[in-house]
């Protein structure tokens, strides 16, 4: 996950989550785990969304167009990194608050998961 977060640090749109404090942070779902930064959202270990625009914000929800890619590193013995970056477009994302902990995640308006605590 500390490769995922190096990434997401790097993110290239600009665009940002304004008032993000409720949704920042990691959560985990059964199977996966989503990374939350202001200017992006990871899954798992490889895959990163940058905001393609701001997104909307609503007391609840979080939603908006991201481009997202999957990015896999080769050999991190390498100066720089030795990377191989597959683009998979531009999705939907929405992230739903349950609670103070649960988040419920869609892509294209398909569920994807609830994300909770980790551990």
């Not at 929405?94 to 980790?118: E, H, K, Q, S, T």
Request: hydrophobic share 40%; aromatic share 6%.
């Amino acid at each position: 996950m500390k490769s995922l977060a190096i990434i997401l640090a790097l993110g290239t749109s600009g665009a940002v989550l304004a008032q993000p404090a409720a949704y920042l942070g990691t959560r985990c779902s059964e199977s996966e785990d989503i990374h939350v930064e202001p200017n992006g959202v990871g899954f798992n270990e490889h895959t990163v969304c940058t905001w393609v625009n701001a997104p909307t914000v609503k007391s609840a929800s979080v939603h908006g167009v991201v481009a997202c890619q999957n990015i896999y590193i080769l050999d991190a013995s390498t100066d720089p990194v030795t990377t191989e970056i597959l683009d998979q477009g531009t999705r939907h994302l929405r992230m739903v608050l349950i609670n103070d902990i649960d988040m419920d995640v869609y892509l294209d308006r398909v569920p994807i998961g609830r994300f909770g605590a980790c551990g």
